[in-house]
């Protein structure tokens, strides 16, 4: 399990060390969709099976929907989340008032460690900021 923890700071901090790099634009990629393309997947990468992308912020409060909760909300109007709200929250209640509510206290990393060894993962990628702003949980 230490193993994993490693791995996973490791990838972490491989995963934003090469973003800074490509953003600085001062290597062998530029920052544009054509040139991130044409570079070459690590081994590990192409060799691993399973890897976990881990959602959860904000838009996890109303535990309806999607990480795209706010946007099928109020941008796209979907109906199933439009009248989930109006079901479930008062009038005008805002994206921003779940906010207060995302306490992370189901928040169990050796326990999530053991589940994503046992699942076979070889790699988890914690999803740190999604489109409607909000940091998640770090
Ligand atoms: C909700 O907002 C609308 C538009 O600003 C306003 O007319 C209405 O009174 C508000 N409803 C409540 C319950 O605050």
Not at 93 to 104: I, M, R, V
Not at 106 to 134: I, N, R
Request: charged share 20%; hydrophobic share 40%; aromatic share 22%.
């Amino acid at each position: 399990m230490k193993t994993l923890s490693l791995r996973f700071v490791v990838v972490f901090y491989l995963v934003c060390a090469l973003y800074t790099h490509i953003a600085s634009g001062s290597g062998p990629y530029k920052p544009t969709w054509e040139s991130l393309d044409a570079r070459p997947l690590p081994q590990w990468y192409d060799d691993s099976k399973i890897g976990i992308f881990i959602h959860w912020g904000v838009f996890s409060v109303p535990s309806f929907g999607s990480e795209w909760f706010w946007y099928y909300w109020k941008t796209s109007k979907s109906p199933n989340i439009v009248k989930f709200m109006e079901r479930n929250y008062k009038p005008n209640f805002t994206y921003a008032e779940f906010a207060p509510h995302f306490t992370a206290e189901l928040y169990d990393p050796k326990h999530w460690a053991q589940l994503f060894k046992k699942s076979g993962a070889k790699y988890v990628v914690l999803t740190s900021k999604h489109h409607e702003g909000y940091i998640n949980i770090s």
